[in-house]
Every structure is written in structure tokens, then in C-alpha cells.
T-cell receptor, first 110, second 116 residues
Framework: QKEVEQDPGPLSVPEGAIVSLNCTYS??????FMWYRQYSRKGPELLMY????GNKEDGRFTAQVDKSSKYISLFIRDSQPSDSATYLC??????????FGAGTRLTVKP | GAVVSQHPSWVICKSGTSVKIECRSL??????MFWYRQFPKQSLMLMAT?????????EQGVEKDKFLINHASLTLSTLTVTSAHPEDSSFYIC????????????FGPGTRLTVL
């Protein structure tokens, strides 16, 4: 079993839809949870950062962490074609290397 | 947010030559830097982890003599692909971890290497 599981998709939605991206993990020591967005031929860009459990909102993006279920989510409201990218979840324990999901390819169609 | 740069962004070289890629953290000190490789439509593959002033730790299957990593300062790490071959053609991305509390990695924009 991989430490971090993420459905690679691809996921295609119409413009304006709510997008839900998810990851599960097995290591209960993970405390830091991140979502990165990667456009084609570019480096990943940090989108959301959450420490421990809870929700965090930033504009159209909401990150949720449920440590009891070892499950994290990223919601994108009012999705736009410019949101089309690969979204990577990542997590780490204190002072340990980060573990990445496989990435979900998202396409938002106009 | 923290900024990481990579240079060059794109390089084409002949088979058998060596190529050096630089990774710099521009506005923070990075005690640890990471080098990844990414093939088209695939996820990041960690190649090695380097801590400033010490030897890099390579992932299983990564040839340390082929991919030389130097982390000479808190803001600069270099990856040298020695005697490059066409199968080394890939997208190489570095990231830097800040030494603050957030424990987050910030990625560079990547370097596309094409070996002819």
C-alpha cells in the first residue's frame, strides 16, 4: 500500500462546476498537508497549506483535512478553464521528507 | 511566498556531454533541497535529497555517479548530468525546504533537458 493514494483521473468538468479532489494516506504521523497545482511543463506551485486537521479557505479553494479518516480534500468552486492543471496532494511528518500523491489531471471545459 | 529559481529552463545537448542545472532559493535559506525527475504525464520522482554542506542521499535506482549533486550553500544546489544520453531527456525540478516551522517545500519552475 502506498503511503499516499490519489486518483490520477483524468477528471473533466464543465466551467462553473464544483471540483472535489481527494487523497488518502496511511501514515498517522503526517501533520502537514499541502496541495500543489502544476501546469504543463511548469514546476508545481503551492496552492494550499494546512497544519493538522480542519478546513482552510482561500478564494475559490477550500482544503479539508480529516486526520481521523486519514483523508484530505481540495474543493474548487466556480471552476474556470484556467484551473485546468494537475493537482498534487502532499504531506509530511515533522522534519521528514514530503510524500506526494500521483496527481490528478483536471480539465475544465468552457 | 518563497521563490525558487532554476537555470537553465531548457537545455539541448549532444549525447556524451555533461549538463549542469542550478537551483536557487531567492528569498529564504534552504537547509534541504530536493531533485525530482518527471516524465510526460507522470508524477514527480524523487531522485535525491541534499543537505547543505553534506553529501546527497540518492533514491534507490538513481546513479550517484551520473547525477552529481552539490549543495554548497544555503541558497544554491546544482545537479550535473554527466555523460548524458537520450534516455536522460526529461523534466528536472528542484525544490527547497525552508528551515522555518511550516516545513513546506517550494518548487522551482523546472528544467527541460533534451539529449540528442
Amino acid at each position: 500500500q502506498k503511503e499516499v493514494e490519489q486518483d490520477p483521473g483524468p477528471l473533466s468538468v464543465p466551467e462553473g462546476a464544483i471540483v472535489s479532489l481527494n487523497c488518502t494516506y496511511s501514515n498517522s504521523a503526517f501533520q502537514y498537508f499541502m496541495w500543489y497545482r502544476q501546469y504543463s511543463r511548469k514546476g508545481p506551485e503551492l496552492l494550499m497549506y494546512t497544519y493538522s486537521s480542519g478546513n482552510k479557505e482561500d478564494g475559490r479553494f477550500t482544503a479539508q483535512v480529516d486526520k481521523s479518516s486519514k483523508y484530505i480534500s481540495l474543493f474548487i468552486r466556480d471552476s474556470q478553464p484556467s484551473d485546468s492543471a494537475t493537482y498534487l496532494c502532499a504531506m509530511s511528518a515533522p522534519r521528514s521528507d514530503m510524500r506526494f500523491g500521483a496527481g490528478t489531471r483536471l480539465t475544465v471545459k468552457p | 511566498g518563497a521563490v525558487v529559481s532554476q537555470h537553465p529552463s531548457w537545455v539541448i545537448c549532444k549525447s556524451g556531454t555533461s549538463v549542469k542545472i542550478e537551483c536557487r532559493s531567492l528569498d529564504f535559506q534552504a537547509t534541504t533541497m530536493f531533485w525530482y525527475r518527471q516524465f510526460p504525464k507522470q508524477s514527480l520522482m524523487l531522485m535525491a535529497t541534499s543537505n547543505e554542506g553534506s553529501k546527497a542521499t540518492y533514491e534507490q535506482g538513481v546513479e550517484k555517479d551520473k547525477f552529481l549533486i552539490n549543495h554548497a550553500s544555503l541558497t544554491l544546489s546544482t545537479l550535473t548530468v554527466t555523460s548524458a544520453h537520450p534516455e536522460d531527456s526529461s523534466f528536472y525540478i528542484c525544490s527547497a525546504r525552508s528551515s522555518g516551522i511550516t516545513d513546506t517545500q517550494y518548487f522551482g519552475p523546472g528544467t527541460r533537458l533534451t539529449v540528442l
